[in-house]
């Protein structure tokens, strides 16, 4: 989670800035000297895309919060929250955990929501060829369940279940918990726009996932998305002006005006209602929308992918007149602004890399920027495809295929092809991570001794066991290496070995299309063994 309080010891590096890929490794003949004894090697492309996925989509089972279903394919877990919001007279059991503790977060759950919706939206037939639609169903609407209890009236959502503070100074598996399940919400009186504005946008983006399998759903996701934008746009505030508890977990630093524009784009998809593009265009100025030249997209920062969705309008004539154009065409400038960033083909401000190339942006969790950036490379350069265009960068064009090479890179990185033959995925590949930041992983699961542990116990005896977890948390992306690619694989290093649900969404549509191109053509994206050296 971010904000996470509990102490741990790791080392903090500055970064340097870089550019451009890893440089190739200097030889002499047949011998290559390395410095600081680092080598690996990799078959670019020769991972199973299909199992990532499967196991990507697994991952949300350990994450579930309440009654369990009879499908439950994580034989660790079991129920947990069975009383949440009773205090309160509500009805908030169910939902997601968004890491490795216990509160429910309103606003990166439904930012999972979104991208999860998102990836079925671009890429549903190739999450149906891999065979795991119907997980990817199940997924989305654990979530759009919960969203549904927690718009109790058009004006009051449910913004948190649980304390940040009391949670983290227990370490405990959910089905013992004993911290507190305060439930928090935002109304009329205490707004919070940002949080209606992104629940709005994933119960819009999710209402097209199901509209063609189950109308009645699809329709009903919907009608409370329409009251969550209007509910947002009438009573505006930064929801962690409401809910000052939040604050040192998920607060809203780039504030609501992003949320809202992106709920009406995804509005706009959902009912082709001209009043939602009219808004877009219409706030364009004062809402940021194509002022805000940005290097990030996150459950907190939704600019790029609102200027994204804006560009593929325009792409598609989807206008109404000249002016709209006018105002996508400045949309999509900023979009493409983004992306030349992560190329490192802009004139001034590039996105940092490692030495092995992978995107940083912060040093905590920066996994999160890496899933999410390369979604959105990869979802344009389909938008570029099928457009015939090409991306518009300081130092020149860009064509598609290289736009989604480079997202394919940084995805192998994640996969293993790393300095530290690490799957950053867990339990992908022979070597992951094995000592992740969750509570529920690394104690003895429930089903398998029922014998209650304490608040403290926890930390008196799993928290600082050298073992690995008893408990594999499949599918997981964890926060990754630093900005020097080095990884310590340990229970308190949070800043790199915990996950969160928001990292791996935005994988999974780009799973599927990599699964796919592999089954059409298994020699299609596969390369000669590449030897990299680092110093």
Known sequence: MEGETTVATITIMQCRRRAGPPKPPRSSGLLIFLSFS??????????????????????????????????????????????????????????????????????PMAFTITMLSWSVI???????AAGELEHALEAIKWGTDYFIKAHTSPNVLWAEVGDGDTDHYCWQRPEDMTTSRQAYKIDESTPGSDLAGETAAAMAAASIVFRKINSHYSHLLLHHAQQLFEFGDKFRGKYDGSVGIVKSYYASVSGYKDELLWAALWLYEATDNKQYLEYVVNKAH?????????????????????????????????????????ILEKYKSKAEFYLCTLLNKNNVSNVERTPAGLLFIRQWNNMQYVTTASFLLTVYSDYLRRSNHHLNCHTGPVSHEDLFKFAKQQ????????????SYLVGFGPKFPTRVHHRGASILSYRENKAFIGCTQGYDNWYGREDPNPNVLVGAVVGGPDCEDKFGDERGNYMQTEACTYNTAPLVGIFAKLSQLEESDPGRTREDPVLYTSS
């Open 122 to 128: 671009e890429y549903r037939r190739e999450i149906d």
């Open 286 to 326: 004062c809402f940021g929308g194509i002022g805000w030249a940005i290097s990030e997209f996150s459950w907190d920062v939704k600019y790029a992918g609102v200027q994204l969705m804006a560009s593929k309008l325009l792409m598609q004539g989807r206008h109404n007149s000249n002016e709209q154009a006018k």
């Open 38 to 107: 680092v080598l690996w090697n990799f078959a670019a492309g020769a991972f199973d895309y299909a199992d990532a996925l499967s196991k990507s989509l697994l991952y949300f089972e350990s994450q579930r919060s309440g009654r369990l279903p009879y499908n439950q394919r994580v034989s660790w877990r079991d129920h947990s929250g069975l009383t949440d919001g009773l205090e309160q007279g509500v009805d908030l059991v169910g939902g997601y955990y968004d890491a490795g503790d216990h509160v429910k977060f309103g606003l």
């Open 411 to 422: 995805v192998d990185y994640i996969l293993g092809a790393n300095p530290n033959n690490m």
